[in-house]
């Protein structure tokens, strides 16, 4: 039957039935012994191993750049949300809270100023967690401000922690003067709009560095865009691209 259908003899092996593995008695007898599975299946271990080795050594190099982009994100929504409180605050007119001195309400007044405090301390949290220079640095205007201001903000009922977070309290702050608190929080040239600003300079520059920066550290202690610039290559660099890979090891 094998001579007469060769197709048969090259699936069996190269050359036809002749060349195949049952040509061999000795094969055969490895086949029957069950020496053939036993090889198969340490092979099936080696290259899982391999794989899994693999594997481990590329979540290595991935995790940090998830940690750091991760940071980031988490900077330009703190930002965001501080820019949000902020605005309630520095709105002027008639509708916003210090456009009517005889309506003051030093409770909804108290309420925007708390939202404003909880989301710029949220803030400084997370920009101490990124390792992000240029974010860092963007930072550093607003808490820079905030030492600046820090007699100005007490005499409010807010207090500037020794870890540069802010304190309110709130008897304090509802016997302050509605002039004082007003030059603080409302309008152009106010502390809560200069906060502002850097806050949306902070979330712009988290924006950007998603898309293009991010950044974390070889073994050999060099560092390494994990997402951004073109490589020179024909691809964008960084840790995902072959270059950033072959730079770790």
């Not at 007469?4 to 190269?14: D, H, K, V």
């Not at 195949?20 to 007898?29: E, V």
């Not at 073994?219 to 865009?225: F, H, P, Q, R, V």
């Amino acid at each position: 039957m094998f001579r007469t259908n060769s197709n048969i003899g090259a699936i069996l092996g190269y050359g036809g039935y002749a060349n195949s593995i049952f040509n061999s008695y000795s094969q055969l007898s490895s086949i029957r012994s069950n020496a053939y599975s036993k090889l198969a299946k340490a092979y099936s271990r080696t290259s899982g191993n391999n794989q899994l080795q693999n594997m481990s050594a590329y979540n290595r190099l991935k995790t940090p750049a998830n940690n750091a982009q991760t940071a980031i994100r988490t900077v330009g929504n703190e930002a965001a949300e501080l820019t949000s409180s902020a605005k309630v605050l520095t709105d002027t007119g008639k509708n916003s809270l210090f456009g009517n001195k005889d309506a003051y309400d030093a409770d909804k007044t108290y309420k925007a100023v708390s939202d404003f405090v909880s989301n710029y301390n949220d803030t400084v949290t997370a920009l101490s967690k990124t390792d992000n220079a240029n974010i860092r640095t963007t930072g550093s205007s607003m808490t820079r401000m905030t030492g600046i201001m820090k007699n100005s903000l007490s005499a409010a009922g807010i207090n500037v922690g020794v870890d540069g977070k802010l304190s309110i309290d709130e008897e304090a702050f509802k016997k302050a003067d509605m002039n004082t608190v007003k030059s603080l929080f409302n309008g152009n040239g106010s502390y809560a709009q200069i906060v502002s600003s850097s806050a949306a300079r902070v979330q712009l520059s988290a924006n950007t560095q998603q898309l293009y920066g991010g950044s974390v550290y070889g073994s050999n202690g060099s560092y390494y865009n994990a997402f951004g610039g073109f490589d020179g290559y024909g691809g964008y660099g960084g840790l995902y691209s072959g270059y950033g890979f072959n730079s770790f090891f």
